[in-house]
C-alpha cells in the first residue's frame, strides 16, 4: 500500500529558504517509470503544481517559479525533498507531495502540511 | 503556459441531482486531462483521467468526456458525499489545474 507524508516547518520567515521532505512507502524511485511531485494550495484557494522528480532523476519545475524551486531524490531513504528560497507571505499554502507513474497523474497524495511564511 | 478555466466556479444542487463541471484549456491537451475531488482539510481524490477513464474504486455516477480544449464531469445522482471541490488538470505540458468548482448543498 503507498503512503507519502510531508514534513518540515511549519513556520519560515520572509527571505528564508523552504525544505520540506516527503517520506513515502509502498514503492521505490528506483522503479522504471515512478516519480514523485509537489502540489500546493494556499488557503481557500486552487491547487498549484510546483515540481516533479522520476526515477531517473529527470526533473521537472513549474515555469513560474523554476528559478526558485530545486527538487531532489534519496532513493535509499524513499525520500524526495523540495527547497524553495526567497520564501514570501504569499507562499504560505498546505504542500503536498504526490506518487505517479510516467506522466503527472497523481493517483496517491500525502496529508499535506501547511507552511506559514510570516515574521 | 497552458491555462485551465473551469465553470461553474461555484453550484448549488440537491441530492439526486445530475450535475455538470466544465473544464476549458487554453490550447488543445488531446485527452490528457484528469479530474479530482477535494473535501476541507484533505488531500485531493483522483476520480477520472485521461478525459474518460474512471480511476479505481470511483461510483460510476461519475464520468468524464471530451477532448482537444473543452471537457466535462458529470455526477449523474449527485450523492451526500459528493459535495465537495472538483478541480480539471490538463497533463499535457507539464501539469496545471484549473481553479476548481465547489458543489455545495441547495
Known amino acids: 500500500q503507498i503512503t507519502l507524508k510531508e514534513s518540515g516547518p511549519t513556520l519560515v520567515k520572509p527571505t528564508q529558504t523552504l525544505t520540506l521532505t516527503c517520506t513515502f512507502s509502498?514503492?521505490?524511485?528506483?522503479?522504471?517509470?515512478?516519480?514523485v511531485g509537489w502540489i500546493r494550495q494556499p488557503p481557500g484557494k486552487a491547487l498549484e503544481w510546483l515540481a516533479l522528480?522520476?526515477?531517473?532523476?529527470?526533473?521537472r519545475y513549474s515555469p513560474s517559479l523554476k528559478s526558485r524551486l530545486t527538487v531532489t531524490k534519496d532513493t535509499s531513504k524513499n525520500q524526495v525533498v523540495l527547497t524553495m528560497t526567497n520564501m514570501d507571505p504569499v507562499d504560505t499554502a498546505t504542500y503536498y507531495c504526490?506518487?505517479?507513474?510516467?506522466?503527472?497523474?497523481?493517483?496517491?497524495w500525502g496529508q499535506g502540511t501547511l507552511v506559514t511564511v510570516s515574521s | 503556459d497552458i491555462q485551465m478555466t473551469q465553470s461553474p466556479s461555484t453550484l448549488s444542487a440537491s441530492v439526486g441531482d445530475r450535475v455538470t463541471i466544465t473544464c476549458r484549456a487554453s490550447?488543445?491537451?488531446?485527452?490528457?486531462l484528469a479530474w479530482y475531488q477535494q473535501k476541507p482539510g484533505k488531500a485531493p481524490k483522483l476520480l477520472i483521467y485521461?478525459?474518460?477513464s474512471l480511476e479505481s474504486g470511483v461510483p460510476s455516477r461519475f464520468s468524464g468526456s471530451g477532448s482537444g480544449t473543452e471537457f466535462t464531469l458529470t455526477i449523474s445522482s449527485l450523492q451526500p458525499d459528493d459535495f465537495a471541490t472538483y478541480y480539471c488538470q490538463q497533463y499535457n505540458s507539464p501539469c496545471t489545474f484549473g481553479p476548481g468548482t465547489k458543489v455545495d448543498i441547495k
Open positions: 490550447q488543445s491537451i488531446s485527452s490528457w
Open positions: 509502498g514503492f521505490s524511485l528506483s522503479t522504471s517509470g515512478v516519480g
Open positions: 485521461k478525459a474518460s
Open positions: 522528480i522520476y526515477w531517473d532523476d529527470d526533473k
Open positions: 504526490a506518487h505517479n507513474i510516467e506522466i503527472p497523474l497523481f493517483d496517491y
